[in-house]
């Protein structure tokens, strides 16, 4: 049907369509593989509940929000919604494009012979996955300096603040998603035919733009993963420490609690396609007079399988905050109630001092 009729990318007669198209073959058993692999019922189920589970955890950050005064936790939150919308706007936008395809199986090369709808799948695919990563990164790095460095910093990050910073992160992954629209890699159509995505093929651009694209990503995880390690040793040395363990900062560990949980997701849900993606391109390397034309079948079944596995990052990432918040976990354990703040890792504080912290 279209695409997967097309030549092969050497083929004098495939012109543009040669910019987007023809990576892999789809041409022997087309109609059995799509049957088998893709739904349209599932992939609209499973778009639906992605949407309505960041829907709610958006409304519930917003109630929070309001009845909240700590500045670390307000920021905190800041954090968290941004990284709500990044995921509901990531399943609203791909959705729009994968769940008609899978209804209507339009063809590619007449629907979008200029590559324009593959290029905006793509560019959303890379920032809409790399936000989550990156935002990740920042809140981790944020209650690292909260926690082991309190007094560091007269006050705690404004909201204007916060806000800068989610959008600087927003406006990096916008520029790293523009790189192959700006001519270093491809966008180009993946297996079996419904979305488009980075090119794992040996030529000298997409090799540069898949590793950057992996390495970034995998350096998020791991910096977040020492982040978070630092300030959860931290805290459990003040909740074994004799003369604090009744002084619990409850809202510090709440924090963190979300934190490990968003950051064990991201790294189950994308460590796999981001080290799929750095073997695949270094395998192919160094890139010679007879390159690989198209994606090997096993390469590209891989990669969407991968694909899917990074999809539930963004339907898990809400229900992190919306099951470990305090209130619920109140009712799950009675025993836990609220104690003062990290002020009580420090007994010894000039009075004066403490008001203030304590204000902010």
């Known amino acids: 049907m279209g695409w997967g009729d097309m030549e092969p990318r050497n083929s004098s007669t495939a012109g543009r369509s040669d910019v987007c198209f023809g990576v892999f073959n789809t041409s022997d ?29 958006l409304c519930v950050l917003l109630s929070s929000s309001r009845k909240l005064s700590s500045r670390a936790r307000s920021s905190f939150l800041i954090f968290l919604s941004g990284l709500v919308v990044t995921d509901f706007m990531g399943l609203l936008v791909t ?34 996955g790399q936000c989550p990563l990156l935002l990740g990164a920042t809140m981790a790095g944020e209650r690292f300096f909260g926690i082991n460095h309190p007094f560091s910093r007269s006050t705690s990050i404004s909201k204007r603040r916060a806000w800068s910073i989610v959008g600087l992160v927003w406006g990096f992954s916008c520029l790293l998603g523009l790189l192959p629209v700006l001519g270093l890699g491809r966008y ?18 997409d090799i540069v733009f898949c590793l950057l694209f992996a390495l970034l990503g995998i350096f998020s995880v791991l910096l977040s993963f020492i982040f978070n390690t630092v300030s959860v040793v931290t805290l459990c040395r003040v909740y074994h420490d004799r003369e604090s363990v009744q002084r619990r900062r409850d809202s510090e560990v709440e924090m963190m609690v979300q934190l490990v949980g968003i950051m064990f997701i991201a790294t189950i849900c994308w460590m796999p396609l981001l080290i799929f993606i750095v073997q695949t391109v270094l395998q192919q390397l160094p890139p010679d007079g007879d390159q690989l034309q198209m994606l090997p079948p096993e390469t590209q079944k891989m990669l969407l399988i991968y694909i899917r596995m990074v999809t539930w990052n ?44 304590t204000a902010d």
């Open 29 to 57: 058993g087309r109609d059995t593989a799509q049957n088998s692999i893709t739904s349209p019922w599932f992939s609209t189920a499973f778009g639906l509940i992605g949407l309505c589970s960041n829907l709610f955890a």
């Open 95 to 128: 959705a729009s494009v994968i769940i008609p395809y899978h209804f209507i199986k339009f063809t590619w090369a007449e629907v979008d012979p200029g590559c324009h709808l593959c290029n905006f799948l793509g560019f959303s695919m890379v920032f809409f």
């Open 188 to 205: 180009t159509l993946q297996y079996p035919g419904s979305w488009c995505f980075l090119t794992l093929l040996p030529d000298t651009g």
């Open 314 to 357: 963004q339907i898990l990432d809400p229900w992190v905050y919306i099951l470990f918040r305090r209130a619920v976990l109140q009712r799950v354990y009675p025993s836990l109630r609220p104690r003062p703040s990290i002020l009580s890792l420090y007994p010894v504080l000039n009075p004066s001092l403490r008001r203030k912290l």
